[in-house]
């Protein structure tokens, strides 16, 4: 569109500049006379319009950090973002939105008004262990907790024992029963062992689970999963009963 | 200004001290002692016998007392942690304190009791809110023409200016009398600060000082790992989603862009050309180790086994092979493995085996080792070595508590780890040593786990 634009005006100044040196070289008596508007397109006439772009770096951000804001106009006299006010026709800014903003670029010039927009979604961190709003849809916290029990695991094991068996069957026929339900798997470790390697055990135990629900006919998108690995304890008592409670693989409602 | 020249001595020079070490290990390793081993970094070579002197006030400026007490406690520690000197103790050094080469009256130092081989020495004042300082390395014992090294330094008046300073002084005369290795006393390490319920990644010095945060996430960050040019840290943090692998740019101060993918993504490492990571990732369900360019693009498996596969670290002199750690026989095991997947060997014969490190020069694992792992059983989990080529190990600690994550650093003659003297994980503390297990010290107090040394 704008090397349209530049061509047309390169046709209208070539136009022009002939049409004058044929009036100089045609006319001599009038050869001082030329008319400095003559000379090219009158800036009313074929003004051109402006072009705007606008880019963020990074697109997407953890709330609290910042992200860096590059516009650039063209054939523009003014710009405006929204949220910022006005700004330099071209320019960078670092901004820090407290939420997923649309940043909208406005350039006015003497062609006319553009409009450009670049979207930064703010990642707003969630407690994992926070329990979520009660909604009526879903049954309540109480019903869920009671049907959809956690499973436990052997140490170093993400085999399903057959205790975790009757209760994977207990869950799914719950959350059949209540198909707008759905799951976060959070998968944990006791405290023994090395952090890095619990992080993927803890996958593996969240993953078998899964795995038995949607067996037993969950829908697979209705089940998301986490590992915690040894990063969240349920108890640090150093005995046994205490490292069960953590090797486990728990289930909350994911609203 | 500090006017450092390394000559292409270094390159003959580094193969040497490389030697040397593999020497020194292959003596160790023979003895293969599971308890009560013991040996000197230096077991058959003889420490240079160095002597330094505090340095002489070059100015009255009210700050040189205590930016010079930094600087001449910073050298002394930097020289003394090397492990390549024997170290004459300060009450021993002659009365005059030279500080310049006029001052210098070598045959006093040579005699007894300093009987030093090497002096070093110079003079430290604060002028106009600038360090001048100037150091000098003599040969104590050639009276003619005594003078080893001398350099100058203009820097800012500040603490850290000062240990800088030093540092950079240690790293001219380790590298002059090391034959050839490089110091590591301007090394850093990036460890995991533990913060309350939270986890960040911070940095500091490799002596322990300069401790500072890098991230401020306000999450659990894990697993920091430095990029051999020393520009970005990688590392898995606790996002909604799970964890993630994130990147910080040290040279632009923030988050960097890391394109992520489903499931768990932990336990980054650098590739030795710093373009690509390995990594722990379940997002086709079971955790397997992948790789993908430095801003997580390109991504492709590399191992396919069901079980946990995580804390690959590549083999930093060739870049062409990975160790890992991998729980597909059950308890996790280390192995290693071709980058492209291929010829797979199993290094550790059972117990519980973690957190592996590949030597600089590619013929050392550490890794974390409990040998004897279960309920009730005897023994803890410490630091050993392996060479690759026997599949022959040491241990380092003993006795100590449990211990994680060694990294080695850069000359390949230190280790840096993770220990908790009661076991309870919020008591974790960073603690170095020599390679051999000796001169074990903390650098941290306790709430510091994960350390990761830089490459340089």
């Known amino acids: 569109m704008s090397s349209m634009q530049n061509r047309l005006t390169r046709t209208l100044a070539l136009a022009s500049t002939l049409a004058v040196l044929g009036a100089v070289t045609g006319c001599h008596k009038q050869a001082s006379g030329v008319n400095p508007s003559s000379l090219g397109p009158t800036p009313t006439a074929a003004a051109p319009a402006p072009t705007a772009s606008i880019t963020a770096d990074p697109l997407a951000i953890d709330q609290g950090q910042s992200v860096v804001l590059n516009w650039r106009t063209q054939n523009a006299t003014s710009a405006a973002i929204e949220g910022i006010g006005e700004v330099n026709v071209n320019g960078t800014q670092t901004v820090s939105p407290a939420n997923s903003t649309n940043f909208k670029l406005t350039a006015k010039g003497d062609g006319g008004t553009i409009e450009a927009n670049v979207r930064v979604t703010v990642r707003v961190p969630v407690a994992p262990s926070a329990p979520p709003p009660e909604n009526v849809d879903m049954g309540s916290e109480a019903a869920f907790h009671q049907n959809v029990q956690d499973i436990f695991f052997d140490y170093d094991s993400f085999d399903l024992r057959p205790d975790a068996a009757t209760s994977t069957a207990k869950a799914a026929e719950y959350l059949t029963a209540h198909p707008s339900i759905k799951v976060v798997i959070g998968g944990y470790c006791d405290d023994r062992g090395s952090a890095e390697y619990n992080l993927a055990l803890g996958e593996n135990r969240a993953n ?20 915690y690995g040894k990063e969240k304890q349920f108890c640090t008592e150093e005995e046994e009963s205490c490292w069960q409670q953590n090797r486990r693989a728990q289930f909350s409602l994911d609203r | 200004m500090p006017s450092t020249q390394r000559t292409p001595l270094i390159r003959h020079a580094d193969r040497l001290s490389l030697l040397v070490l593999t020497l020194l290990l292959t003596c160790a390793l023979t003895v293969r002692a599971q308890e009560g081993f013991h040996t000197e970094t230096s077991t058959g070579v003889t420490n240079v016998r160095i002597a330094v002197a505090d340095f002489k006030p070059g100015s009255s400026d009210p700050q040189t007392d205590s930016l010079k007490r930094t600087f001449d406690t910073t050298l002394y520690s930097d020289l003394a942690n090397a492990g390549i000197f024997d170290i ?36 430290f004042g604060v002028q106009g809110g600038k360090i001048l300082c100037n150091g000098f390395l003599f040969d104590a014992k050639n009276t003619q023409y005594p003078q080893v090294l001398a350099k100058q330094y203009n820097e800012d008046a500040s603490d850290d200016s000062a240990r800088q300073i030093a540092h950079r002084f240690a790293d001219e005369i380790i590298f002059r009398l090391s034959g050839g290795s490089q110091g590591i ?6 460890y995991v600060k533990i913060n309350g319920g939270n986890k960040e990644i911070w940095e500091m010095d490799y002596d322990g000082e300069n401790q500072h945060a890098i991230t401020n996430l306000g999450s659990i960050s894990l697993s920091p790992r430095i990029s051999p040019d020393s520009s970005r840290v990688a590392f898995a943090s606790l996002g909604k989603e799970g964890f993630q692998i994130r990147m910080y740019s040290l040279l632009l101060g923030r988050m960097v862009t890391f394109t992520g993918s489903g499931g768990t993504n932990i336990t980054p490492a650098w590739a030795p050309n710093g373009k690509d990571i390995a990594y722990s990732s379940s997002r086709s369900g079971d955790p397997e180790i992948w790789v993908s360019d ?12 069901r079980g946990p596969d995580v804390s690959p670290t590549y083999n930093p002199r060739t870049g062409s092979q990975i160790a890992w750690i991998s729980g597909r026989t059950g308890l996790p095991q280390l192995y290693i493995m071709d980058t ?35 309920p009730g059983a005897p023994g803890g989990q410490d630091i050993y070595i ?5 599949k022959r190990w040491i241990q380092l600690t003993h006795d100590g508590g449990r211990c994680d994550f060694p990294s080695w650093s850069p000359d390949g003659r230190h280790i840096v780890y993770a220990n908790t003297p009661d076991g309870k994980a919020g008591h974790m503390r960073i603690m170095t040593m020599l390679a051999d297990g000796t001169q074990k010290r903390a ?12 490459w340089k």
């Open chain 2, 88 to 123: 004459v103790s300060k009450s021993l050094l002659p009365q005059a304190i030279p500080g310049v080469p006029a001052e210098m009256n070598v045959q006093q130092w040579s005699v007894a009791p300093a009987s030093a081989a090497m002096v070093a020495f110079g003079n």
């Open chain 2, 443 to 454: 650098l941290t107090g306790s709430g510091a786990d994960m350390p990761n040394w830089s």
């Open chain 2, 294 to 305: 430095a801003n997580g693009s390109l991504a492709r498996r590399i191992t396919s086994f």
């Open chain 2, 386 to 390: 392996m060479e690759i080529a026997t």
């Open chain 2, 185 to 190: 006393a301007e090394s850093k390490i990036v």
């Open chain 1, 208 to 227: 078998a689970a899964r795995t038995a629900l949607i067996s037993a006919g969950v829908a697979s998108n209705r089940l998301r999963v986490i590992s």
């Open chain 2, 340 to 374: 492209d997947g291929s010829a797979i060997q199993r290094m550790t014969d059972g117990g519980y085996a973690t957190s592996v490190s590949w030597s600089p020069n590619g013929q050392f694992l550490a890794f974390a080792w409990d040998r004897k792992y279960g």
